[in-house]
């Protein structure tokens, strides 16, 4: 925080708005350069979602120039709150992109090939919309082996949370925070559950092709 500029007074403020509304380029980098410190404070609250500081607020500086930039003074409200609304919003955008690449990664891990030599995947043994692939998994025996799986490698929590990640047999799909608040436990601890259960489903099916 000390390497931040101190924020403007009220009256610095509105002076700036006021040139920067007019075109000058100066003025709009002061808003920008004197409201870091506030990206700096917001990007720390969302600090343990395994992301670094420095992305959070370079995200976050992107969401404080959309606000700088579109801001209006009848809006009857001041910069900083304006602004503090969007690097949130920036934020959390980024990290709600951020789970669905991470979560896709898993689900389309190899876990394996078919006879034919295809290879096999965490998203085709799960709950597919393509029927034609649920078939195809179905005939070799994927889906029926994934119920043998669940039963003899994964602990009930670890079953649990994947059914509620991936809003298997008919579950709503939740995220790691709203998992944790159902058990009392903290985000990562769920994201270590997580990624240990597919784990081991996804050494089953290498033994079996072994």
């Known amino acids: 925080m000390q390497s931040f500029p101190k924020p403007l007074s009220a009256k610095e403020e509105r002076e700036c708005l006021k040139r920067c509304k007019e075109g000058d380029k100066e003025a709009r980098d002061c808003l920008i350069e004197r409201n870091l410190r506030l990206v700096a404070y917001i990007a720390k ?39 503090a609304r969007c690097v949130e919003n920036e934020i959390l955008m980024f990290l709600r992109s951020t789970k669905k690449t991470q979560r896709d990664v898993y689900l389309y891990d ?18 597919y919309e393509d029927e034609d692939v649920v078939e195809r998994v179905a ?6 082996k994934l119920g043998c799986y669940i ?12 059914k509620y990640r991936y809003g298997l047999q ?16 903290s985000r990562s601890y769920v994201s270590r559950i997580e990624k240990k259960a597919l784990a081991k489903l996804r050494k089953c099916y290498e033994s079996e092709e072994a």
């Open 139 to 144: 005939k070799e025996g994927y889906l029926g």
């Open 151 to 162: 039963r003899s490698s994964l602990t009930k929590r670890e079953w649990e949370i994947l």
């Open 110 to 127: 190899s876990i394996g090939s078919d006879k034919e030599g295809n290879e096999i995947n965490l998203m085709d043994i799960m709950e």
């Open 45 to 83: 609250k969302y600090q343990s979602g395994g992301v670094e500081m420095e992305d959070l607020i370079s995200i976050g500086t992107i969401g404080l120039i959309k606000g700088v930039d579109s801001f209006k003074e009848s809006k009857n409200i001041r910069l900083a709150t304006y602004c």
């Open 170 to 185: 008919g579950e709503e799909e939740k995220t790691q925070r709203e998992i944790a608040a159902m058990y009392g436990i």
